[in-house]
């Protein structure tokens, strides 16, 4: 296995357009809008990618788009800096640290899993913010905003489905 | 030349293993932005360029993303507003009767009020100068509850200013660049302000959780607060006015009070930044004021009478003569305010006006309720003239 070797995988098509759809997206939920009293949810769209990428293949990009992306959450959002850049990367490690379990799987299955990776996510942005803030953030905002997520995977699912032939080192 | 042909093109990398140290850098260059951040500081330069330039890139697009939502929006309140146009006009007549009910007491109150002032000298807080924005994203997670809006630092806006809408206090201003300004909420875990409950006037800090109903914390007292309470801000430390509405409080489900946002019950489209810094800048601005204010000559009489006083005063041995200065347009009026309106306060430095009425309109003079007696007799040695 070396790089020498690899199959071509246009970094472009698997990297850099579900980047720009997950930036377009989060600003589309950004905007202050309410119907009938109700708000937008606010899901995290890079749980997509977070999670697809490193099903799809171990990568040398991936990481450091993903730490992009998290940057445009906390510059977006006014977050902490950094917050949701360590928080997406421990779900993306954790994922790809699992990957050889849940190659295969059927839908479910996979959903499955995207629940634990956002959940790694999510419990990792509730400590940090712990430590940074010094107080408890709400686990009620903290599950709304999980459930918002989880039910982002048929579009992970998609991606996944795009691009796990494309490199058959990894399948 | 390309990669396979050069040297380096035979050399074995693991793919996996090089992921993995990908992962481990990007997760080491987060942790070092997630420590360097200050981002809930009020000076300007902890918010950073880096979030200066997105904030004002980002809202130009945001509003241009935001406009159709905000456009459909508008068309539901009309469509809402010409199916319930009948009950509508319903309810604004009754609350007009009931409003104007309300204008004669307030009319009353407001007069007795005045009056109240005016014995007290009671120093009011000058009218904040406000600058209208438009809320243009909005981000409601757990981590972060912030706005951005299109004002920025050239209409004035600057960091700790507090934001109202029209129900209420929203938050306050943490970063400012040009045309744009992040607003930290009330609900944002890092937001801490000071109230207190308008019926007790019990202190509490208000805290944010990411949730929509802000915590109070660190009440006092026996029962110092109870379900329906109003909660205003107390203007304790000197960040915010004293006074805006915020909420009303209400027991949660974890037994902790909390509060339900006056700002929540209608959409926070636009908003009103109070150019607020501290209580400073109110001295200041009543300072100005004062200064501004027209004082009027002392007339024919006053000016005999103080040529009376400083006679009588010479007039004592050893006593010693007052620097006669010319009755300045500033010094005279203060003293006949001071001997006429309370002799029981001569001792004390002499109050000025109240900074709400301007002197013009009420000179001091004028306003004296009792002609000032002429002094009859000299006055003891140790009287002091207050001047």
């Known amino acids: ?171 | 030349m390309s990669f396979r042909d050069s040297p380096f093109g035979e050399v074995k990398v693991p793919l996996a293993w090089m992921a993995a140290v990908a992962v481990i850098v990007a997760i080491v260059v987060a942790i070092a932005l997630l420590v360097s951040d200050r981002r809930e500081t009020f000076k300007t330069e902890a918010y950073g360029v880096t979030r200066e330039v997105t904030d004002m890139v980002a809202t130009p697009v945001s509003g241009a993303v935001a406009a159709p939502g905000r456009w459909s929006g508008l068309a539901m309140e009309n469509v809402q507003a010409y199916f319930f146009a009948v009950s509508e006009n319903r309810r604004l007549k009754k609350e007009l009767k009931e409003a104007l009910q309300w204008r004669d007491v307030a009319i009353a109150l407001k007069d007795t009020n005045q009056r109240y002032e005016a014995l007290m000298g009671l120093k009011t807080d000058p009218p904040i100068v406000m600058v209208d924005a438009r809320s243009v994203t909005d981000s409601r997670g757990p981590f972060a509850n912030t706005r951005l809006v299109n004002a920025g630092k050239e209409r004035g806006v600057k960091p700790g200013n507090p934001v109202m809408s029209e129900n209420g206090l929203v938050g306050r201003i943490i970063g400012v660049t040009t045309n744009a300004s992040r607003v930290l909420l009330l609900t944002d875990i890092a937001s801490r302000t000071p109230v207190m409950i308008d019926r007790t006037n019990a202190r509490a800090v208000l805290t944010g959780d990411g949730g929509p109903n802000p915590k109070l914390e660190y009440l006092r007292g026996r029962n110092p607060v109870k379900s329906g309470d109003r909660i205003l801000t107390s203007g304790d430390g000197g960040v915010l006015p004293r006074g805006l509405p915020v909420g009303t409080a209400v027991k949660g489900l974890d037994g902790r009070w909390r509060v339900i946002l006056a700002s929540d019950t209608a959409p926070i489209d636009f908003v009103r930044i109070l150019l607020f810094e501290d209580f400073s800048q109110l001295a200041a601005e009543q300072q100005k004021e004062l200064d501004a204010m027209e004082v009027p000559a002392p007339s024919e009489a006053t000016a005999q009478q103080l040529q009376a006083v400083l006679k009588a005063r010479a007039a004592i041995p050893g006593a010693a003569v007052p620097v006669a200065a010319p009755p300045s347009s500033v010094t005279a009026p203060r003293t006949i305010t001071t001997t006429s309106a309370a002799p029981a306060m001569r001792a004390s430095p002499p109050r000025r006006p109240a900074a709400r009425k301007p002197a013009a309109s009420k000179p001091v003079v004028a306003s004296s309720p009792a002609p000032t007696p002429a002094p009859a007799a000299p006055p003891p040695p140790s009287a002091e003239v207050p001047f």
């Open chain 1, 1 to 171: 296995m070396s790089l020498s070797s690899a199959r071509p995988l246009a970094p472009a098509r698997w990297i850099g357009i579900p980047m720009l759809q997950v930036v377009f997206w989060t600003l589309i939920f950004a905007i202050p809008f309410r119907v009938f009293s109700l708000q937008l949810p606010e899901p995290v769209f890079c749980m997509v990618p977070v999670f697809a990428w490193a099903v799809i293949r171990p990568s040398i990009l991936a990481p450091f788009a993903i730490l992009i992306l998290g940057a445009f959450l906390d510059l977006y959002w006014g977050g902490p800096m950094g917050l949701w850049a360590v928080s997406l990367l421990i779900a993306y490690g954790t994922t790809l640290a699992s990957r050889s379990m849940m190659v295969g799987q059927n839908r479910a299955m996979m959903w499955g899993w995207f629940a634990v990776s956002c959940a790694v996510a999510m419990v990792s942005g509730f400590l940090l913010t712990r430590l940074d803030a010094k107080a408890s953030p709400s686990l009620i905002a903290v599950a709304w905003q999980f459930l918002a997520t989880i039910l982002l995977y048929p579009f992970a699912h998609r991606l996944v489905d795009r691009f796990e032939d494309a490199d058959v080192r990894f399948r």
